[in-house]
């Protein structure tokens, strides 16, 4: 990694986000989304990743959080999801009325990124978080691998979950974190339970876990 790429990185609000009538406040984050798109996805980035080749020009739309939170007993600070507005009437058009004064439009996907954390979190933790929910963001691939694209052209994309424990492409780039790497050292023995399941703290997983 270059320094120079990471300390420049995007930082939540100066501002708090949060105020005494709301738990959460939520604020568009359009530097994240420039920052990710000059440093990650442009081939000429100093992180450049080409696992996300299918992602230069997705419509994602980032948001700052002003606090992370809990589920199921573990702190959430990312989330990625595709907007699907399942209501109708008044409730679709005042959901869309938000998201078009956040972005200008209704974006395709969305990432969250809890402001708290992000503040005080390491580089390699800022980054690793960034892509870890990129990851979640993946091509659609037709029944012999091959991945789709749409009659424009342009990639089909859809939510993904991990590979296992955590996406592998972030673990060969930021390492191992702990839990993958008691993973990893539990694997070494024989399983005293099969068929264990597994899920991750991010907010995305979580929710596919339900």
Request: net charge negative; with cysteine.
């Amino acid at each position: 990694m270059q320094g120079a790429a990471i300390n420049s990185r995007p930082s939540p609000p100066q501002t708090p986000l949060a105020d005494d009538l709301y738990d959460t406040i939520l604020a568009p984050a359009p530097d994240v989304a420039a920052w990710v798109q000059d440093t990650i996805l442009a081939d000429t980035g100093p992180l450049h990743n080409p696992d996300h080749a299918h992602l230069l020009d997705a419509d994602i739309g980032f948001l700052w959080a002003s606090s992370a939170f809990t589920k199921r007993g573990r702190t959430v600070v990312g989330q990625a999801e595709q907007v699907m507005i399942r209501a109708g009437g008044w409730q679709k058009a005042r959901q869309e009325q938000q998201l078009r004064e956040w972005f200008g439009h209704v974006p395709e996907f969305l990432i969250t990124l809890a402001a708290d954390y992000c503040a005080q979190c390491s580089d390699t933790e800022f980054c690793a978080l960034i892509e870890h929910e990129l990851y979640h963001i993946g091509q659609e691939q037709d029944e012999f691998g091959a991945p789709k694209f749409t009659k424009d052209g342009m990639p089909r994309l859809a939510m993904r979950g991990h590979d296992v424990e955590e996406f592998v492409g972030v673990v060969q780039r930021y390492g191992a974190s702990a839990q993958v790497a008691r993973m990893v050292e539990a694997a070494k023995h024989p399983p005293a339970v099969s068929g264990a399941s597994i899920a991750h703290a991010c907010g995305t997983c979580l929710r596919a876990a339900a």
